[in-house]
T-cell receptor, first 115, second 112 residues
Framework: GAVVSQHPSRVICKSGTSVKIECRSL??????MFWYRQFPKKSLMLMAT?????????EQGVEKDKFLINHASLTLSTLTVTSAHPEDSSFYIC???????????FGPGTRLTVL | GEDVEQSLFLSVREGDSSVINCTYT??????LYWYKQEPGAGLQLLTY?????DMKQDQRLTVLLNKKDKHLSLRIADTQTGDSAIYFC????????????FGTGTRLTVIP
């Protein structure tokens, strides 16, 4: 099946720094990539949808200047959490879709801890 | 926005059936989905059901959909220890499959 990787799997950073998370589709071209945030005991929340070469579409309530998304190629999207604060600590998951049917393939997630 | 509800935990004995329930709010969702999340791995699409169907069977998995009550369930027959994971149901938002709303996830623990 289609494989999506994320890097890093875990990151700890100091408050005020920026963190970049990469999402790669390893064996297919992802026309669309999605970024989710997972809260403990709560839903997986869609943050934004990005199409290759276009600006990301952010969900209501998600700050686009805080969570910068770049989808520069058909196999790579990056999420940069700028000026991270402890409340940004969470599990961030990306998914990728090739456009066939409705299936999104999910990465393993990145756990961000902001001290 | 859409609100998808699931109970957080379920424990069953190996060999028994597991039933994971989900309620959703968006009746316009064309498909409804079940995903499985194992530790350290991404979410995997387990199965999905077209909204005009009320049942779908796929080997040990049976999905039941009650559209009137907006209730979706996933039944796993002969549950095995390898089925221990978190199961998420998901409905589509206004952009269809490009806009999935997930439930809270149900952690299934299978007791040997």
């Amino acid at each position: 099946g289609a494989v999506v990787s994320q890097h890093p799997s875990r990151v700890i950073c100091k408050s005020g720094t920026s963190v970049k998370i990469e999402c790669r589709s390893l064996d297919f071209q992802a026309t669309t990539m999605f970024w989710y945030r997972q809260f403990p005991k709560k839903s997986l929340m869609l943050m934004a949808t990005s199409n290759e070469g276009s600006k990301a579409t952010y969900e209501q309530g998600v700050e686009k200047d805080k969570f910068l998304i770049n989808h520069a190629s058909l196999t790579l999207s990056t999420l940069t959490v700028t000026s991270a604060h402890p409340e940004d600590s969470s599990f961030y998951i990306c998914s990728a879709s090739s456009g066939n049917f409705n299936e999104q393939f999910f990465g393993p997630g990145t756990r961000l801890t902001v001290l | 926005g859409e609100d998808v509800e699931q109970s957080l935990f379920l424990s069953v004995r190996e060999g028994d059936s597991s039933v994971i329930n989900c309620t959703y709010t968006d009746s316009s969702s064309t498909y409804l989905y079940w995903y499985k999340q194992e530790p350290g791995a991404g979410l995997q699409l387990l199965t999905y059901i077209f909204s005009n169907m009320d049942m779908k069977q796929d080997q040990r998995l049976t999905v039941l959909l009650n559209k009137k009550d907006k209730h979706l369930s996933l039944r796993i027959a002969d549950t095995q220890t390898g089925d221990s994971a978190i199961y998420f149901c998901a409905e589509e938002g206004e952009n269809g499959a490009n806009n999935l709303f997930f439930g809270t996830g149900t952690r299934l623990t299978v007791i040997p």
